[in-house]
């Protein structure tokens, strides 16, 4: 018997061929970023919620080992949980489609899942490690146990003596050592029970051993707006205290006060106006600027230590607005000529002037008449040729090797030799051995620990850690203008 009609069977026929074609199409755009991208991602979101970033990414190798898709681009799910950070969305708490096909969106969620977990064990829910202090990755134990679900089979004490590697927190753990070079000291296992759950009171002590998790805080006069997978926000009356306001995504405010350790969160108090003001989780805020620098117009220095540094820079002219200042990434000769350059100048650039090498189109056509005796001049990008040329004419750069190198990265060293040609020597300081300061320079030539000990005792550079200066490491960009930071005061003092 014919269950359906001619053509109520070809409808059906071509709603069929037409969603499978639509998956096909979706599928087909659909592909696993590389695995540094996806780390960067996680890093993204992770400082953003104030969770140790290194926790998170070895969620997503034990979860997924990184990858988002299947090779036909089809999300990654595995009965009820989808994606990288495997999200079980049987609840309907987050949006199953972006879960899907939004990887960002997918970490957002792995984030809210963990932090939601580290409430329970904050609040007491579940079992809990020394003060909760999020910023001490062993505090992290049993909100990680949680994240795999709160079952007895993560209780080591259960499993045998061979297998006992194997709970879902401590496969986290080995990710974190042996792919991030990252020690997490295990909790005292006397505590647990020997078998099932731990009691939801139970308190460990935190490892005598412990390790930083890398939270940013944040300071008084710091701008914020509140940020997050979540619609709405609250204020608090006191740290960890009573609801009084709701709060929107994207709102903005100053921090007035804290941070204050409370309930395993950093509590700000973030003031919107006289009537609105309110005690909220550091989670949940992004920092947007300060009250010396105003807003950020850079998009990627809102967490980074050079973020004051770079705002002075711009804020005296010496480098234009952007979309990114790219803290991180390495200087080239030609652009620390640049940076210079306007530092010992003090020039205001407008915005409608030459910029820098990644906010121009560099086949800006530009004359090249000046005669500089590099044989490599031609290969200065028209934009910081006046600039090269001006640091050769005032004798701080050096035509020794018969090459300028515009395009090659600037070492520590490097650097030092320029910078020590523009400080004057402190007779003080000439009985000091630089080299009892700085351990890891005693193979450089005179000139170069000359040069070191000159920005050294002038405070203008120093060490990148305790006894070294790291002189062949290449010089960020962030570096580069906490430099010239201290230069342009030193200049203008």
Same mark, same amino acid.
């Given at each position: 018997?014919?269950?359906?009609?001619?053509?109520?069977?070809?409808?059906?026929?071509?709603?069929?061929?037409?969603?499978?074609?639509?998956?096909?199409?979706?599928?087909?755009?659909?592909?696993?970023?590389?695995?540094?991208?996806?780390?960067?991602?996680?890093?993204?979101?992770?400082?953003?919620?104030?969770?140790?970033?290194?926790?998170?990414?070895?969620?997503?190798?034990?979860?997924?080992?990184?990858?988002?898709?299947?090779?036909?681009?089809?999300?990654?799910?595995?009965?009820?949980?989808?994606?990288?950070?495997?999200?079980?969305?049987?609840?309907?708490?987050?949006?199953?489609?972006?879960?899907?096909?939004?990887?960002?969106?997918?970490?957002?969620?792995?984030?809210?899942?963990?932090?939601?977990?580290?409430?329970?064990?904050?609040?007491?829910?579940?079992?809990?490690?020394?003060?909760?202090?999020?910023?001490?990755?062993?505090?992290?134990?049993?909100?990680?146990?949680?994240?795999?679900?709160?079952?007895?089979?993560?209780?080591?004490?259960?499993?045998?003596?061979?297998?006992?590697?194997?709970?879902?927190?401590?496969?986290?753990?080995?990710?974190?050592?042996?792919?991030?070079?990252?020690?997490?000291?295990?909790?005292?296992?006397?505590?647990?029970?020997?078998?099932?759950?731990?009691?939801?009171?139970?308190?460990?002590?935190?490892?005598?051993?412990?390790?930083?998790?890398?939270?940013?805080?944040?300071?008084?006069?710091?701008?914020?707006?509140?940020?997050?997978?979540?619609?709405?926000?609250?204020?608090?009356?006191?740290?960890?205290?009573?609801?009084?306001?709701?709060?929107?995504?994207?709102?903005?405010?100053?921090?007035?006060?804290?941070?204050?350790?409370?309930?395993?969160?950093?509590?700000?108090?973030?003031?919107?106006?006289?009537?609105?003001?309110?005690?909220?989780?550091?989670?949940?805020?992004?920092?947007?600027?300060?009250?010396?620098?105003?807003?950020?117009?850079?998009?990627?220095?809102?967490?980074?230590?050079?973020?004051?540094?770079?705002?002075?820079?711009?804020?005296?002219?010496?480098?234009?607005?952007?979309?990114? +200042? /790219? $803290?991180?990434?390495?200087? =080239?000769?030609?652009?620390?000529?640049?940076? %210079? &350059?306007?530092? !010992?100048?003090?020039?205001?650039?407008?915005?409608?002037?030459?910029?820098?090498?990644?906010?121009?189109?560099?086949?800006?056509?530009?004359?090249?008449?000046?005669?500089?005796?590099?044989?490599?001049?031609?290969?200065?990008?028209?934009?910081?040729?006046?600039?090269?040329?001006?640091?050769?004419?005032?004798?701080?750069?050096?035509?020794?090797?018969?090459? +300028? /190198? $515009?395009?090659?990265?600037? =070492?520590?060293?490097?650097?030092?030799?320029? %910078? &020590?040609?523009? !400080?004057?020597?402190?007779?003080?300081?000439?009985?000091?051995?630089?080299?009892?300061?700085?351990?890891?320079?005693?193979?450089?030539?005179?000139?170069?620990?000359?040069?070191?000990?000159?920005?050294?005792?002038?405070?203008?550079?120093?060490?990148?850690?305790?006894?070294?200066?790291?002189?062949?490491?290449?010089?960020?960009?962030?570096?580069?203008?906490?430099?010239?930071?201290?230069?342009?005061?030193?200049?203008?003092?």
């Amino acid at each position: 018997m014919k269950v359906f009609k001619t053509q109520t069977r070809k409808i059906i026929s071509l709603v069929i061929i037409i969603t499978f074609a639509l998956n096909t199409i979706v599928f087909a755009n659909s592909y696993n970023p590389s695995r540094q991208e996806i780390e960067s991602m996680i890093e993204e979101v992770s400082i953003k919620r104030a969770i140790p970033s290194v926790l998170m990414k070895a969620i997503a190798r034990v979860e997924s080992t990184y990858e988002h898709f299947n090779e036909n681009g089809s999300p990654k799910t595995t009965g009820n949980c989808i994606g990288l950070m495997m999200i079980n969305n049987r609840n309907g708490g987050y949006d199953s489609q972006r879960l899907k096909y939004d990887i960002m969106y997918n970490i957002e969620a792995g984030a809210d899942v963990l932090l939601n977990k580290w409430s329970m064990s904050s609040y007491k829910n579940v079992s809990s490690v020394g003060d909760m202090n999020p910023d001490v990755l062993e505090n992290w134990y049993f909100a990680l146990w949680a994240y795999n679900g709160w079952a007895q089979s993560n209780n080591p004490n259960t499993l045998p003596s061979h297998v006992k590697r194997y709970t879902y927190q401590q496969l986290v753990y080995d990710i974190c050592k042996d792919e991030y070079n990252q020690n997490i000291s295990n909790i005292d296992f006397a505590y647990l029970p020997q078998s099932g759950k731990p009691s939801r009171s139970l308190v460990v002590p935190t490892p005598s051993n412990i390790n930083s998790g890398g939270i940013v805080l944040y300071e008084v006069g710091d701008f914020v707006r509140t940020d997050g997978i979540r619609k709405s926000y609250q204020l608090r009356d006191v740290p960890g205290g009573k609801y009084i306001f709701d709060l929107e995504h994207n709102q903005l405010g100053t921090i007035t006060e804290g941070p204050i350790l409370k309930n395993g969160y950093y509590w700000y108090k973030m003031y919107i106006n006289d009537y609105k003001q309110g005690w909220i989780e550091r989670n949940w805020l992004t920092r947007t600027g300060d009250i010396v620098n105003g807003r950020y117009i850079f998009d990627d220095i809102s967490f980074h230590w050079a973020r004051k540094d770079i705002m002075k820079l711009y804020k005296e002219g010496i480098i234009s607005e952007a979309l990114k +200042f /790219k $803290p991180d990434e390495y200087i =080239t000769n030609e652009l620390f000529s640049i940076f %210079l &350059s306007r530092t !010992l100048d003090n020039e205001k650039i407008s915005q409608s002037e030459t910029q820098q090498k990644d906010e121009v189109d560099t086949e800006t056509s530009i004359e090249k008449t000046i005669e500089l005796p590099f044989l490599d001049a031609d290969m200065i990008s028209p934009w910081a040729l006046n600039y090269v040329e001006d640091m050769y004419n005032s004798g701080l750069f050096k035509n020794n090797s018969g090459y +300028f /190198k $515009p395009h090659d990265k600037m =070492t520590r060293k490097e650097a030092a030799l320029i %910078l &020590s040609n523009i !400080l004057i020597k402190d007779s003080k300081y000439e009985s000091l051995d630089i080299s009892s300061i700085f351990s890891d320079i005693k193979e450089l030539d005179l000139t170069e620990v000359e040069a070191i000990k000159m920005v050294y005792i002038n405070q203008i550079m120093s060490g990148k850690n305790s006894g070294q200066f790291h002189p062949n490491d290449y010089l960020t960009r962030a570096e580069t203008a906490a430099i010239m930071v201290k230069l342009f005061d030193k200049l203008e003092n």
